[in-house]
T-cell receptor
Framework: NAGVTQTPKFRILKIGQSMTLQCTQDMNHNYMYWYRQDPGMGLKLIYYSVGAGITDKGEVPNGYNVSRSTTEDFPLRLELAAPSQTSVYFC???????????FGPGTRLTVT | GDSVTQMEGPVTLSEEAFLTINCTYTATGYPSLFWYVQYPGEGLQLLLKATKADDKGSNKGFEATYRKETTSFHLEKGSVQVSDSAVYFCALSEGGGADGLTFGKGTHLIIQP
């Protein structure tokens, strides 16, 4: 049981490039989330999903897109990378919206 | 909207000292409350939780009591160890909706031997 896995661990992008951050969970959780963590700040919700085929915007969705074609996978897409997207990105999942979330190890992204 | 306020860090203590990290919240309903811990270079791990007023969450010697009258969920530990050095996040979930957790900014705890 691997829990929540994320790839890559680190990435450096040039301004305007695109990339996909991968997230997979093997706990059969319906709810999945993407957060970003900026230095000295708490986590901010980017997008979330309540099940396969259903996604919705969080607090800071601009510049990102997501999809949820399966229960296990919830990739996050950056289309035109900007320096403001330099951050650490965490994926999380939960069985129920009121219960605790399980977090992946994070992806550290730098855009220069 | 919902918000969580926790004491600014870093908090520096000596080993075996008593720890309190304050957390207060604003919510429209009756949230569940959580403390998460983040060790260097790792993701967040759930430390403890409480789902209704007067509940006490506890784990690894840490405790926090859900106080509805003061909208607080302060984290305490009687005797800290060097291995407790980490960043601690207070968070809430309103549930019902699915829009994630609302986090405080985190408190960096440093325990000196």
């Amino acid at each position: 049981n691997a829990g929540v896995t994320q790839t890559p661990k680190f990435r450096i992008l040039k301004i305007g490039q695109s990339m996909t951050l991968q997230c997979t969970q093997d706990m059969n959780h319906n709810y999945m989330y993407w957060y970003r963590q900026d230095p000295g700040m708490g986590l901010k919700l980017i997008y979330y999903s309540v099940g396969a085929g259903i996604t919705d915007k969080g607090e800071v969705p601009n510049g990102y897109n997501v999809s949820r074609s399966t229960t296990e996978d919830f990739p996050l897409r950056l289309e035109l990378a900007a320096p403001s997207q330099t951050s650490v990105y965490f994926c999380a999942s939960s069985y129920d919206s009121s219960l605790e979330q399980y977090f992946g190890p994070g992806t550290r992204l730098t855009v220069t | 909207g919902d918000s969580v306020t926790q004491m600014e860090g870093p908090v520096t203590l000596s080993e075996e000292a008593f720890l309190t990290i304050n957390c207060t919240y604003t919510a429209t309903g009756y949230p569940s409350l959580f403390w998460y811990v983040q060790y260097p270079g790792e993701g967040l791990q759930l430390l403890l939780k409480a789902t209704k007023a007067d509940d006490k969450g506890s784990n690894k010697g840490f405790e926090a009591t859900y106080r509805k009258e003061t909208t607080s969920f302060h984290l305490e530990k009687g005797s800290v160890q060097v291995s407790d050095s980490a960043v601690y996040f207070c968070a809430l979930s309103e549930g019902g909706g699915a829009d994630g957790l609302t986090f405080g900014k985190g408190t960096h705890l440093i325990i000196q031997p």
